[in-house]
Every structure is written in C-alpha cells, then in structure tokens.
C-alpha cells in the first residue's frame, strides 16, 4: 500500500490504471472481531447459520449485547465513538458487501 500511495509501484491495478501516486491510509490493529471505523467501532461475530439459534451462540450474543451497550455509554461519557455488534451468518458474508451494509442488515440491538 505504501509503494502505491508513493507512486512506485507500477503493477497490476497501479498499472492497468495508470496510477500515480497519491492518497492515504489509516491501520487500526484492536482485535479480530473488532473495527474502527471514523465515527464507529463495531464488534463482528459470524457463526455458521445452522449454529445461529444455539444456547451457546444466543449465551454470546446476550454477552455481546450488554458489552456493546456499556461500552457505547463510557464512550458517550469520554467523546468515544460507540459501539455495535453484528451477528453475521457465515454464508450472508461475500467479498462484494460493505461493512455498512453488513450492520444495515446484521446489526443487534437489546438492552
């Protein structure tokens, strides 16, 4: 990504559209499962769909839920970013989905 945004790299998509350098990026390293986004932070889980209604997934997502509420309630209080969680079935997940269409779709709310 640095060669690209310095204008020294010359193959593939760089080439093909002649690209010259420019922009920038920004690497945010939390967890797995979790994604800063500028004005968001959002907790992702997939499980397998046929595990989706399990006591053990529910259990988690339960766990997830009151996370998620503390955690947007302290952020609130300190000029943070709040939280959501998305529980996302493995099969509803393609290269082709924005993670803002993912939490359109996936988003739980609760207490």
Known sequence: MKKVIEGT???????????????????????????EKVYQVYMVETKARGDMDTPEVQAKKES???????????????????????LIPHDAVSE?????WLASQFAVSGR
């Not at 593939?12 to 979790?34: C, D, E, M, Q």
């Open 96 to 100: 082709n989905m924005t993670l803002t």
């Open 64 to 86: 997830a839920v009151r996370w998620r509420r503390h955690a947007s309630e302290y952020a609130q209080v300190h000029n943070g970013k709040p939280w959501q969680y998305l």
């Open 9 to 35: 790299d010359q193959g593939g998509i760089t080439k093909a559209v002649n690209w010259n350098g420019g922009g920038g990026f920004r690497y945010h390293r939390l967890a797995p499962s979790l994604l």
